[in-house]
């Protein structure tokens, strides 16, 4: 029995892990915003999109961010003026650490 649910418990991560909708969301940059534009090839799912584009909205200065599963980039809008693409390259490294999908 424990063999039995532990294969359904392991089917039903496999699965959830592999959902990926049409992505509709489109970026809205300002005059003096820039755009970065990361891979993230072990993002697979939505809980994968909440921690990396959550994470990257506690980083001053990025004003937007978009985790397209399909294409498994992140697009990030930032103030160059604030935050560098080093320390976003950084934060995403991190982040990409606490997603359950690798």
């Known amino acids: ?42 993002a697979r799912c939505n809980k994968c999109q909440k921690i990396i584009e959550g994470g990257l909205q506690n980083i001053n200065g990025v004003n937007q961010s978009i985790l397209n599963l399909n294409t498994k980039q992140v697009s990030i809008v930032y103030s160059p003026e604030t935050t560098t693409p080093e320390i976003l390259n950084l ?12």
């Open 1 to 42: 029995m424990k063999k039995i649910i532990l294969i359904v418990l392991s089917i039903l991560l496999l699965v959830s892990c592999n959902r990926i909708g049409k992505e509709e969301r489109i970026l809205v940059k300002g005059e003096e915003d820039e755009v970065l534009v990361i891979d993230t090839p072990k």
């Open 91 to 102: 934060t995403v490294e991190k982040l990409t650490e606490e997603i359950p999908c690798k």
